[in-house]
Nanobody, 127 residues
Framework: QVQLIESGGGLVQAGGSLRLSCAAS????????MGWFRQTPGKEREFVAA????????YYANSLKGRFTISRDAAPNTVSLQMDSLRPEDTAVYYC????????????????????WGQGTRVAVSS
């Protein structure tokens, strides 16, 4: 059974930082994209960031470039999302995801629907 377990969410003041981690089990995702999405009430889940196998390629939502950094950790099947200069509009439930594709255009990064999801971790940024 595949499981993606997120950790690291919480409450932070605007301008602060948080680091989310995701550990996957049940199969290897070393050859697949892993990444993060987020969702706020009443809105669709949106792509945040993704990383390719061995961390060779990274992809970000255009609006988040420069503030968020995705990485693969030393432990197999683990990814992290370092979030800096957080803003109240970053408040959301963040979901780890695996096994999907992205398409990069000049305007936006579009992702397919991941085959695997975590249960989500809440991030709240106070003003």
């Amino acid at each position: 059974q595949v499981q993606l377990i997120e950790s690291g969410g919480g409450l932070v003041q605007a301008g602060g930082s948080l680091r989310l981690s995701c550990a996957a089990s049940g199969r290897s995702f070393s050859g697949s994209l892993m990444g993060w999405f987020r969702q706020t009430p009443g809105k669709e889940r949106e792509f945040v960031a993704a990383i390719g196998r061995s961390g060779g390629s990274t992809y970000y939502a255009n609006s988040l470039k420069g503030r968020f950094t995705i990485s693969r950790d030393a432990a197999p099947n683990t990814v992290s999302l370092q979030m800096d200069s957080l803003r109240p509009e970053d408040t959301a439930v963040y979901y780890c995801a695996a096994d999907f594709a992205v398409e990069v255009t000049t305007v936006v990064v579009v992702s397919t629907t991941p085959n695997y999801w975590g249960q989500g971790t809440r991030v709240a940024v106070s003003s």
